[in-house]
């Protein structure tokens, strides 16, 4: 459904944005790929590897509504993929991360429906389920907008929905690099916050992979949840440092033990897939009825028990650090 379109981005110079344009170039042959950002020199250094005769590099912000509105013409598909997200940043620094995660989304959604794009996705975070930091914060609010923009436009386009998923092995920012920096420098102990805390984990490939497949399944207005597994993040340090201590050092502030990425209190809205989870907008978009335990391909879903809850801590798949060291050895690959 890509070849011969033209999509754009935000935050295209991120660990996504990049295995994304990889992706794409691989499998389809679009009219155009353009990424959106406000960092030249990121900019410059992805030019270096990605510089296929689609490839349009725009310097912008998504705090920028004009800018984007003009960035924006002639697209068919966005990925929306910009955002503040480190949680001790946005902890200090609150404003600023409202206003490129909340004011940004708000403008995403505009600059699409100025120029007509056909779908939107934006890309979210387990954080944003029961959200106990900023950051959470700001993406629920993000969902929130992405979900209702949907009303804004009712039977005509662009169509939006999100994407919710959990850790990233190797992102940047995330825990393996850390640990691998703290490996490199010869440190003696790695530091876990919680000896039981988990996460969900998946791999940058997947990612994209999920986000690509529901441009096909969206009809807008979902939240789309994949189904991966979790790991114990003292398990992650065994399978990393199996010579080195764990010296517990407690949770950070606005840090959750475990991660959820479709609360109970969401449990009458949950479809079960045989791959993933849909949360269901709970507005209803000028009368218009969707059914979405059938999705736009085909498949079929249905509806989760009262109460479910897709956690980190109570998923049934969890990895072992040998495990772990496989998945991490192919997600780095």
Sequence with gaps: MFNDKSILITGG??????????????????RRLIIYSRDELKQ?????????????????????????????????????AAAMKQVPAAEYNPMECIKTNIDGAQNVIKAAIANNV????????????????????????????????????????????AVRYG???????????FFEKLINDGA????????????????????????????ERMYGGEIF??????????????????????KIVGIRPGEKLHEIMCPSDDSHLTLEFHD?????????????????????IGEHGTPVASGFEYNSGNNPHFLSPAEITEFNRKAMA
């Design 13 to 30: 110079t991120g660990s996504f944005g990049k295995k994304y344009v990889k992706t794409i170039l691989e499998r389809y042959n679009p």
């Design 44 to 80: 410059f250094e992805m030019q270096q590897v990605f510089n296929a005769p689609c490839m349009r590099y725009f310097i912008g912000d998504v705090r920028d509504g004009e800018r984007l509105i003009q960035a924006m013409r002639g697209v068919d598909y966005v990925i929306h």
């Design 167 to 177: 850790n990233v092995v190797g992102s940047r920012g995330s825990v393996v690099p």
């Design 188 to 215: 003696r102990e790695i530091p876990v916050t919680h000896q039981d805390m988990t996460r969900f984990w998946i791999s940058l490939q997947d990612g994209v992979d999920f986000v690509l497949k529901n441009f």
């Design 225 to 246: 949840v994949p189904k991966i597994p979790s790991i114990r993040i003292s398990d992650l340090a065994k399978a990393m440092a199996p010579e080195l201590p764990i």
């Design 118 to 161: 056909s779908k939107v996705i934006a890309l979210s975070t387990d954080k944003a389920a029961n959200p106990i930091n900023l950051y959470g914060a700001t993406k629920l609010a993000s969902d929130k907008l992405f979900t209702a923009a949907n009303n804004m436009t009712g039977r005509d386009t662009p169509i939006f929905a």
């Design 276 to 296: 993933h989870y849909v949360l269901q907008p709970s507005i209803k978009f000028n009368n218009t009825e969707v059914d979405y335990s059938t999705n736009a």
